[in-house]
């Protein structure tokens, strides 16, 4: 841990999950001189920064990690900390290197209908989207050797194709995983967005290290204060371009510090209403297929391959997002795992769009101070009777779907607390004009602040069921370009030389 070792660069990114390393990879590969920081206040847990801790085989080694994520406050799910919003119980927060791509479940649909961005031409959307596929290794059948899956997904199609279009049926959920040489899976973590930038001197990925504010010049963003949590030193380093990317909460609270206070700042905070079933594999189908293995993980804690994982897409008319999947790939336990046959069980998990309003928000409190020393989050969040509608429906859905799998774990599903979804979105949403509702424009820059870019699931402003990482790594791969030709060439500009920090040699 430790403060950046020069005063200069080209580019400061704030927050180095998904959407925060897209930009430092997309930076990387296009400009062969840009100087790179990437700060995040949260610490490294393993060599090659940002692996996903379930690649990590020792399964002690393996809690370590989650524990050191959490940051200070009560511990929620693994890896994260509760922030203790009584509007939304469940929220909870990710502080370490890689944030959440550390602990994901690497589901990456691709959002559909009214989930996409209608101010983005399509063609352009595609081409992110595939971009944005292409840095976390996104395989759309990686599971289809699992001796169960064919079945699963059968039993859904049958229940849900009827009348949808060929490209929004049952099919299976693409995934950021790789599939081993045995069969077995890892999973992609933001070391994989990063590739050769997470080893090259020219990026500097500094841990331990918290943002206080972005530095303003004239309506420039021309740097950011830093501060070494180790120590408390505190530094400003200058930069020609700043992105910061501290999730859907942290985003707008930095930008409130710095004095950057647009009217739909922490407006329009988007979660996803989650609900839950579970059931097991009739017997017949369980004794089809005796090549099961009876066990849930590899030796190394890789995940062995049962049910996989399938998608119900969103459509204007079906307006939740269903993953079926089986049980240690899920990251809500929805049984024992120890009183059942590996595979046989499968947890369902429908999330719904939300009815997104301007009164759901995150305000900040400019007297009190959170554990980190800025300003303290309040939030305001609730469920507008649209929603309510929304949830009976997928609650229905998700108990047909239970059905036709197999035989229900439980008489009914259960509407988790709000939050539990973990895809806040909204709080810095883009528009199409800087109309007083939106933070950016479509390429994800802060109206009126030159230099200054948003990123993460924050900056979408649709109302998604579907998981959003794909989504927001596909904003920052078209911020990425704006961004690039805001940099310009090294010729044009000249990339600054790295200056030595101060009180270094």
Known sequence: MSLPSATSYDLVVVGSGPAGSTYVREVYDHHPTARILLLDAGPRLTDVPGTHVKNIPDPEERALAQHASEGPGPAGRPGTR?????????????TNIGGMGAHWTGACPRPGDGER????????????????????????????????ADEVRARLSALFDP?????RRVAPMPLAVTRRPDGAHIWSGTDVV??????????????????LRVVLDAGTAVGVTVRNLADGEERTVSARAVVVAADALRTPQLLHASGIRPPALGRYLNDQPQIVHAARLPDHVVTTHRAVTDRARDEDGAIVPQSGVSWVPYTDAHPFHGQVMQLDASPVPLADETTVKPGTVVGLGWFCAKDITAEDRVEFDDTTTDAYGLPAMRIHYRYTPRDLTTIEQAKKAVTEAGTAVGIPLDASPVLLPAGSSLHYQGTTRMGPAD???????S?????????LWVAGNNVIPTATACNPTLTSLALAVRGASSLLHHLGSAAEHGAPAPQPALGTA
């Open 443 to 451: 390429h994800s820059r802060v109206w009126n602040i030159r230099g």
């Open 194 to 211: 990063l590739g050769p930038a997470a080893r090259d001197p020219r990026v500097e990925i500094t841990d331990r290290c918290l943002c």
């Open 163 to 167: 009348g949808r279009p060929g490209h």
């Open 435 to 441: 109309d007083g509702t939106s933070v950016c424009d």
């Open 82 to 94: 509760l922030l203790g919003a009584p509007d939304l119980p469940a929220a909870a927060l990710s």
């Open 117 to 148: 961005i209608g101010f983005i031409p399509g063609t352009e959307l595609d081409a992110h989207l595939a971009r944005a596929e292409q840095l976390l290794r996104v395989d759309a059948h990686a599971f289809d050797h699992a001796p169960f």
